[in-house]
């Protein structure tokens, strides 16, 4: 039976690749609506997050300058950001003080980071 799972996964992500390569968008759209129908949804979203990440650092890296798109949507990302955070702030997600710190630092390491390649 694993043999089989493998199979339909490989054929899965080659196919949503495929959707991802010609019109740019739907891989984890079509990955996770097939992949959820051989294993539960947890696991689909973890096989999931590195090809994901792969195709859309490739996606970025042979797109149009990063800085022109960044420059241009860095409105979008910040209500983004903010919206998420306010989002999680009230549905009672990150209440402990412990989860407060850990989200300080995944949004404040980031953004250090920026700054100090900002030419």
Known sequence: ??????IF?????????????VIGLGLPTISMGLLVLVMP????????ALPSLVTNVWQMA???SLKEVVQRLWP??????AGTWTGMDRTDCVRSP??????????TAPASGRWRIAP
Do not use: Y
């Open 41 to 48: 949804p947890v696991q689909a979203a973890a096989l999931l």
């Open 9 to 21: 996964v490989a054929a899965v992500f080659m196919l949503a690749g495929l959707a991802k390569g």
């Open 98 to 107: 412990r989860r407060r710190r850990s989200i300080s630092r995944g949004t």
């Open 1 to 6: 039976m694993l043999e089989h799972n493998a």
């Open 62 to 64: 042979a797109g149009p």
């Open 76 to 81: 979008m990302m910040l209500g983004v950001c």
